[in-house]
């Protein structure tokens, strides 16, 4: 038993669909979010930056005494997941290889289909994995910069919407893909949308709930997880308002925020 | 006279459109522009954070030496113009007082329509400033947040484009607007759309040029303008990576960057 937190990191507010599947599978744990909010977003930035604000924010979770490291960032997973591992001795855990392994599951034979921002696509990094995890499978790639916007702007069911899921996934319905990898943090919010795209004939894989279960199984294999009726406590920092960060959040969380959230600044030189 | 250069900031790569109608304008002028494209964009931020990335690019350009400085972001000219002032010797020009001259020149007795990012909108900046210049004038105004990922994805004139700017700009038509303030760098290039849908009877306020006029007129009154027949020097720092600036400031410029570019990272503690 270890009563130390998990940390989880995003760019911004979108790693709460991670934040929220790790609370619901593991009541007990104390966890602490990291959200970038200063810098957000990520995904239209270079591997150096990326992989620079990703070390940052992985040392200050390491300050903070967290036991293991979650990823929530798909654009962060894809580019500085591999650097974060040789750069600490804690358990780190991203949100690609647990939603690679539903797709292939889910897939059987069948074409897989990557949406996400243009890092994670142009990365290469979920379009290696499920080659890797799975040799011969077929994967097709899209990077798609305009679904955060509209998720943020609240046009889920919009004709705006319906024409730009025509533009970026049109291909993948002609090729008869059979599952879909949200990559994306924000891309669960428009499920319902691009589920009746494909006429229900797509499994859509939402990274989140995948990453919950394989942090739960890291945690019993090492012997860290904490067994205890309480609720684990929760705690927050973001390097924007934390006000206006408490204000989206509860949208993701469909709940206040339980605990405190503090700003942290990166001070520069 | 006055060899030293002018220095000239964004969030971004869209503050190149104040930087070259600079350059046309004052063409022995050696110029500094700084482009903060590793904490890009600014207009969903909080007024704190851009009042601090603000001053620390200002900051940094008084170390090299400028002899003014033109804040060609229209979210930082809106939130952190005014502090700016209090912190420098150095004369500051923002995009803001420009474009609403030109707008109440072109408006007469009409109304005045303003858009822009979610900050500069929510920061009245503009509203504000219309109504100071010309008292009893109306004044409506509309943050926009999908047009800048709309230009980015390339959408000009796509269906996608019509509909997004018949949700923000449906209102301003049925009211009969007079003239339109662009109130965000990369507006201007949707200005061939904006002026179809209102068939031609709106005057568009693009606030680059009206700012390289008035940054001419502070040169000659404070005689610190550089008169030479030779051509000025051209010097860009950017915070993410020089190469994917390069090639998008071609796009801006209309011929490839004609002086160096430095990458400058924010270092922090």
Redesign the interface.
Known sequence: MDNRPIGIFDSGVGGLTVFKEIRDLLPSENLVYFGD???VPYG???V??IQ??SS?IANFLEMQNVKMIVVACNTASALALHKLKTETSLPVIGVIDPGVRAAIKAAGNGVIGVIGTRATINSGAYQERVTRLRNGVRVVARAC??LV??V??N?MNS??AR??LE?YLGDFKKMGISSLILACTHYPLLKTMISDFFADRVTLVDSACETAREVKEMLVARRISIEDVRHGHEQFFV???PE?FAAIAEEFLGRPLAGECIQH?????
């Open positions: 909010t200063a810098r239209g930035k270079s150096q930056v620079r604000f940052e910069p305009l916007p509209i943020e702007e046009l004709e705006i024409l730009t533009m390097t924007d308002s206006g600044s990166w001070q520069t030189e």
